[in-house]
């Protein structure tokens, strides 16, 4: 009787089918994430972040690698959307232009030649100078993009990174030899932060001395004659 008052339920109040992943309005979906609008400034920080957005969007969203293609230009401004009404029709036209295809033409349409040999020379060169250790490792990071062949491998980006440290870090790190790109940051900020605390000590103790100093000493007054 329960399974028969179970298939009668079932009966009047069927459960809806399952939807294919295409049948989905990915659209919606894409846009509820809110991503960023890409205007074309021939800067390949803005481009990148750009892209690494819209990956994370696509994976989450579950998009379908035919859609793609589809739906990233409605995120185009200004020189990028001028680019593409050009370009995209001929590029749509290719066979097996996909996703992945379109960002390497954004890279090569956005990525002056001179911008990236400017990228890649400042990577070259970086080094943490007057940057604290959290700024030096956002902009290490950034310009590693750019420049894959300088550092192929994970120890290469420690050595790299170990080598524009100012100097008490880097001879604290190359001591400790951390493994991984992580640790050699944490291991820096934490060296970084230990520094900070015994210069504003130091300065703490300076302002005292020079406070209690004899510049500040008072003569005590003397009987006057009468």
Not at 2 to 13: C, F, P
């Amino acid at each position: 009787m329960q399974t028969l008052s179970e298939a009668l339920l079932h009966n009047n109040h069927p459960a809806p089918p399952p939807q294919p992943a295409g049948h989905r309005d990915v659209g919606r979906l894409v846009s509820g994430h809110r991503p960023p609008m890409l205007a074309g400034e021939e800067d390949p920080v803005i481009l990148e972040e750009w892209i690494r957005t819209f990956d994370k969007i696509f994976f989450v969203v579950e998009c379908p690698e035919e859609r793609r293609v589809e739906l990233a230009p409605f995120y185009f401004s200004h020189e990028t959307d001028l680019w593409w009404v050009h370009e995209g029709p001929a590029c749509q036209e290719e066979p097996d232009f996909n996703w992945i295809a379109l960002k390497d033409r954004m890279r090569e349409r956005f990525y002056p030649s001179h911008v990236r040999a400017a990228m890649y020379e400042e990577f070259l060169h970086l080094q943490q100078g007057s940057s604290s250790v959290v700024e030096y490792h956002k902009r290490f990071l950034e310009l590693t993009r750019f420049a894959r062949m300088l550092v192929p491998t994970e120890i290469a980006k420690v050595e790299k990174f170990v080598t524009g440290l100012n100097y008490g870090a880097r001879k604290a790190l190359t001591v400790s030899k951390p493994r991984t790109l992580k640790e050699a940051y944490l291991s820096a900020a934490d060296l970084y932060w230990v520094q900070q605390l015994q210069r504003g000590s130091f300065e703490l103790t300076k302002k005292r001395n020079e406070s209690s100093g004899p510049h500040n000493f008072k003569k005590p007054i003397q009987d006057q004659p009468e």
